[in-house]
């Protein structure tokens, strides 16, 4: 039997499911489909940062957007997902590279986004009194935070099929074709079809947008992650490194979580990563350097989540540019947590109306087809 | 609660949250706390209860101490050493530190 | 023995020196493999064979020929020319075969050409009414102590509690050595008479029968048994008191030492995080790495022997190890002398025998493994039955979906005390199978090192590691 539905949603991370979410509260009716369950990859064990610092451009209006969607998600989503806003600092390692920061705020403020501002070096020893003291100084956001990322996209899928949407795990999409005015989308539980669809497969993105020729250049990344045991209270901002790969965070329960990049062997037909300790090696050098305070502490765990990364380092939000109805939203590079709950409502607007305020120019997917003359729409 | 059988070998004093504790050469620092003993090592992180050497073959993470400064060691695969230091550890407070 | 004392490469890296690990050590370093065994405890025998060259017990008959057995094998072993490090903790184990390995505060990262994973057992979760309390510790906990510090239980009151071979091993060897065991308490379901009697034939043919007929004879001559269906232990910062039901009456009993025992299950932490396929064995209640008769897993170049295949006890365990040191001397050098394996097959067959009956004698009771209420489950993370029940009844489905509503497997243990616990709990609530429902995604660091120990790996390692990806 052929299933039918307003919107084919395919993807259950946090993208997919803010997206099912913001469709059903536009009262229309989507079906997602997720291969594995809600957050098995990168959605739901990334590193749970909710950062506006630091980021590109043309990513930076979704990033804002969003922000003001985490700050009431409990409203949203039923659920306040772990949210505590601490801020997100970024941390100089030296004078130079302060000195870039300085630009960067600077040609930002010019740009007309003030969220980002530059920390000197007492500032930052507020901030951060267990930093080491070769830091001259950084660049605070301070409405940014982190939050639980497996409970914030089961809060979202959760949400979603209060108000209407239909979701469907363990399900994998095998092909999607036109069909009349519809798209029909083959799955391994039978076809679904519907008018519109959206590509929020993360990691396996590239083999839906291929089926569409719009093929693109994503690689499959599995970004590294440890975690101590209990710590003391001695941190409460996020910290991030740009000159060096490190994002540094406490969180409520005292353990600290560290990340920042380092890329484990991603099997993304095996759901599997193989660990690098070479390079946890390095973050755990550069922790040890920057924050003598945890020499001692344990690592418990480390673990790598799936996900997709695009040369340019930003994502694709989007329409298809070969196939009227399909609507792409992944690759979002190691830092799309944060951007979840925006690029879901704007996802929605673009598949209700057909266009959206929020800028997202510069994320289309026009920007990877070898035809350079097609014009990027938003 | 343990005696031990065989008396003799090398005694090694060990300091225990500041107490000086008598223990014998090829102790491991958890059966040196049981043989003198010593209720209990730690107290959780989550609700502060206290807790002692359970399995004594490393897997269970009860009888976590820091042992010269270092925090969370397993008191069960760590063998005494004459003049060493070892603190319970309390809940989350100290916890790894 | 430092870290950086060890080779980058070997042939076999032996993980474990219980009696699997020493007898593949000794078999592979005799065909000529450069080999190197790792055990985290400060000497040889594992838990079995626990102290067997350090003992302060010189009195043999306290702990018995089946232990005594055991010196054979570490003088094998360490006459073999393998390299054996001990105090060596194995954190990471890749399916490339990479080895991160601690030794005295620093960590290497070797190279092997073949593993045996020799991990052995631990025991079963005993999750009951205060078993996290001081004075609540596992028998095989008082062995250890017995072995390798001649420390006997001598309190007010010590009781001996659970199921399973083991418990009457240890009740005769506390009463051998003039230890103070006051009571013990046969957790034995009855009914599990029926499941067995099948396999009694089997059982009187093995060597299994008249140790154990005899075992139990010298208990129950010196020891109060009492067959219980219910167990509690009560106390607010210590034990105080064990409670326990017999013959439907409920008894409280002022203790200072409460022994639990329940079994023993394969140690598969290692073993999973390096990727193998692990299959759950309905008979053990536990779940068991999938092998060949070579025990070679399902990744390449990684052989599980001993307990940590299923558990057979520890004259098996070495059996088992042979196999798979020569199966690995036969992958890497054909030409090499190795022992004949078809012997060892015979002696496998028939110690093997008689484990039928005694898996479904000792099967624990469903109320012993599965608790209510607000017993822990979780001792790290203290993460009680009734929140895995209710989340699972909410719609959880699987142990990794729990831990990340519960944090319960999250914490230093990395699962091994509540693992079995919450997989059981959720089939249960969800009217399916334990191997339906699958057991913790297990990642390295399957020890937890601490972030000192992680940056003080060889930078020039790190470099022509990541040179070489």
Known sequence: MTRTADVVVIGGGIHGCSTALHLALRGLKPILVEKDYAGRHASGVNAGGVRQLARHVAEIPLSIASMALWERIEELVGDDCGFASHGTVLVAESEEELAGFRARVEDLRL????????????????????????????????????????????????????????????????????????????????????????????????????????????????????????????????????????????????????????????????????LDWPKLAISARTVWELFPVMREATIVRAWAGIEASMPDEIPVVGLSTTSEGVFHQFGFCGHGFQLGPATGAVMAELVATGSTNTPIDGLGIARFLPDRARPARS | MFKRLVEGGTAVTLTVDGTPVEARAGDSVAAALLAAGIGHCRTTPVTGAPRAPYCLMGVCFDCLVTIDGVGSRQACLVPVRDGMTVESQQGKREAGR | MNAADLASTYDLVVIGGGPAGLAAAAVAARAGLSTVLFDENPGVGGQIYRAIASTPLKDRAILGDDYWAGEALAAEAGASGALIVTGATVWSLDPGLGVGVSIAGAARLIQARRIIIATGSLERPFPIDGWTLPGVMTAGAAQTALKAQGLVPDGCTTVLAGTGPLLWLLAAQIVRAGGKLDMLLDATPGANWQRAAIHLPDFVLSPYFSKGMSLLQEVRGRVPVVRVDGLKAVGEDRLREVVYRAKGREHRLAADLLLLHQGVVPNVNLALAAGVTHRWNERQLCFEPVVDADFATSVPGIAVAGDGAGIAGGAVAAERGRLAAIAAVRALDPSARVPDAQPIRQRLQREERGRAFLDWLYRPHDALRRPNGDTLVCRCEEVTARQVRDTARLGCEGPNQMKAFLRCGMGPCQGRLCGLTVTELIAAERGTTPEAVGYYRLRPPVKPITLGELASLPKSEAERKAVER
């Open chain 1, 111 to 274: 740009k007309g986004f003030t969220h980002e501002e530059l920390l000197d070096r007492r500032e930052l020893k507020e901030l951060v009194p267990a930093v080491s003291d070769h830091c001259p100084g950084g660049v605070v956001s301070r409405r940014d935070g982190a939050a639980d990322p497996f409970r914030t996209t089961q809060a979202f899928r959760r949400r979603a099929v209060e108000k209407g949407a239909e979701i469907i795990e363990g399900v994998r999409v095998s092909g999607l074709a036109r069909s009349g005015s519809a798209w029909r989308v083959e799955t391994s539980d039978g076809p679904i079809e519907a008018p519109k669809v959206v590509n929020a497969a993360g990691a396996w993105a590239d083999r839906i947008a291929a089926q569409l020729g719009e093929p693109v250049p994503l690689e499959v990344i599995a970004p590294m992650l440890m975690v101590t045991s209990r710590l003391p209270e001695f941190i409460a901002p996020v910290v991030i490194l740009r000159s060096r790969k490190l994002s540094f965070k406490q969180l409520g329960n005292g353990t600290v979580v560290i990340g920042g990049g380092h890329l484990a062997e991603p099997h993304r037909d095996e759901n599997r990563t193989v």
